[in-house]
């Protein structure tokens, strides 16, 4: 399933430009988690899970981690 355009990182854009498929999911942000037990929300395995931060460095600037 592809992300509505304005919902996209670049990785997934890029992702979208080599033709691979990928699935995006989303759940309730607690900043104390780690990507192992994110991971196991999503009920997918730790070595497939790949977790994108997103952060704010000041005003008008996003940034993609």
Do not use: C, Q, W
């Not at 995006?24 to 070595?47: F, Q």
Request: hydrophobic letters at 35%; aromatic letters at 6%; glycine letters at 6%.
């Amino acid at each position: 399933m592809k992300a509505k355009k304005n919902d996209k990182t670049n990785v997934m854009r890029l992702l979208d430009s080599m033709n691979i498929e990928y699935e995006s999911h989303t759940y309730e942000a607690n900043p104390t988690m780690t990507g192992v037990e994110i991971a196991g929300i999503l009920g997918e395995e730790v070595e497939r899970v790949f977790k994108t931060l997103v952060t704010r460095a000041r005003p008008g600037l996003t940034m993609y981690l």
